[in-house]
Structures are given as structure tokens and as C-alpha cells.
């Protein structure tokens, strides 16, 4: 069993273990913006599914590393077959990827021949093969868009990114009833409770969270100020906050995104809509997880290179969207 980080110096000696072993091994540290704070600052790059997958294809590391969850070290493992990816904990999970399989979108598309399929990239590989195109909340916008109007989209996991999507482009899509337990646990009441109390503030929200058709209610009906509301993914956010000239930010998204925007902007200040949006499995990578995957070279991500090479295609079209 792991011992607990207890004081100063064991924290600082897996910190240079973990520095050590990553330049002896020509490795890359990759960390998601929902992970601890910690983790964020040994990484070599923090972002969001868009920026950790670009940050994959344009590495020059032999190793990858990745501090996220599951489906996220897949994407890695299919966009760089030469290299090794390693993740340091195999549970950390994603409540929103366990919604649908693979076999579901060939049942679909057995269906539903000339339908266009769009998956999230909070996916299993198995499900970004059987589709047209991937992307991620930064994106999906665009890719729905590019595709002719006269196709039957499916959109899937995320029901409310999905409809999110759909008010934006205007596009009726077919939702797949799928939904991040974080995110959906969002509820307008606390974001419009936060704002009465917050004349001052900016609000800026995921379009994964289960209150984004009923923001766009409100705003569209005068009783949330549009000018006070972005709708953002995570990196999104990040640059959003750093040219706005606003001095506090009400933030509806999992609260890890909050340690890297106060890092990066000390002089604002942030409000989470929920202090319990937490993700379990974001949390799950710790240091000593870290370093006993680097130190043994465990956990390896593969992807089968029949589902890979499928996948690869849709998240290829991802990357080329701008």
C-alpha cells in the first residue's frame, strides 16, 4: 500500500524522482486542467482534450505520460503508435465515456446508413472508430458546421454539449442521453444565486453542464445579462480570462480548472458555482502514482491497431478543424 505525501520533504523528494526519471527517459508530462494542483505544476503542458491531443501529435518525447483519464491516454497511444503512453493510475475513468460502446454506433449505423456520426472526445476508441468525426467542446461547434445540411447527425455522449451545439449551429441533431456526473449536477438556481450576490462578476460555463439549455433560457428571456456569460472549454477559459479585463469570474465547470486560473491571473478573483464539482477520477493521479509509473514503466496504454488506425481518421478531422 502507498504511503501518504505527510510532510515538505517527501513531497519534494517524489518532485525530484519524478524530474529525474522523466529527463532520463526523454518522457513528457501531460496533465488535464481538472488535475491537482501538484500534478499541474510537474507537467510539461496543461490543457484542455483539444490542447493535450495536439500536444501528443507534435511531441518529440519518447514517453508519454499522461495525467488525465483513460480515454485521453487512448487518443495519445493512437496519434503517436511510435511512442509509449503510459497513464499512472488504469481506474481513472470517465462517467461520460461509459455511456456508450462501440457496438452501440454500429447498431445505430446498421440503422441509419446515411446518418453522420459525431463523438466527443470523451470516448473509448472502440466508439471514436465507428465515427465520421471527434471532437471536443473548443470544436464542435465548427465540425457540425462543416458538415452539408442535408445529413442526419448523430451527436454523441454528451446530451448537453449536443444540444448546447445544436442552439448554436441551429441543426436538429439526434442527442445521445449521455451526461458528465460533475457537470450535470450544475443547476441554474446556484449560478443565478451566485450572480445576484456577484453584481460585478463574469460568468463563464462548460457547455458539458447540465444548466447550459437553461442559461440560454434565461439569457434569451433578459434574467441573466448575455454580456456576463461566455460559454467556454476549459482551454477556452484559460485564454478567456487572461485578456478580459474583468476582475472576477464566476466559474460552472470541475473545480480543478480553478488552481490554473489563479496561478495565471494572481490579481482576479474566481468563484466556483459549486465547491463539490469534483471528478473522482481526475483526482485519482497523485505523486506517488506518478513516479511508480515512471520508475516502472506502468500503466501502458494500447490501442488494437484494427481500431486504431479507424479512430484516428475522425480525430484527424478533428485536429485539422481550427
Known sequence: MMTKIQDKKTKQWY???ITRLKKENN???LSHNYQIPVIQDLADYVGDSLGLSKQAAQTDANLIVFCGVHFMAETAAILCPEKKVIIPDLEAGCSLAETITGADLRKWRKENPNSVIVCYVNTSADVKAESDYCCTSANAVK?????P???EILFVPDMFLGSYVSTITKRKLQLWP???HVHAGIKPQDIIKHLENNPDVEFIIHPECGCVSQCMYYIAEGDIPKERVK???TGGMV???KKSNSKKFLVATETGILYRLKKENPEKEFLAVKEDAVCEYMKMITLEKLYISLNEMKYEVKVPKNIAIKAKKSIDRMLEIK
Open 149 to 151: 445540411k442535408d445529413k
Open 27 to 29: 518522457a513528457v508530462i
Open 143 to 147: 465540425i457540425v458546421e462543416s458538415i
Open 178 to 180: 449521455g451526461e458528465c
Open 15 to 17: 518532485i525530484n524522482e
Open 239 to 241: 485564454n478567456y480570462v
Open 231 to 233: 460559454f467556454l472549454s
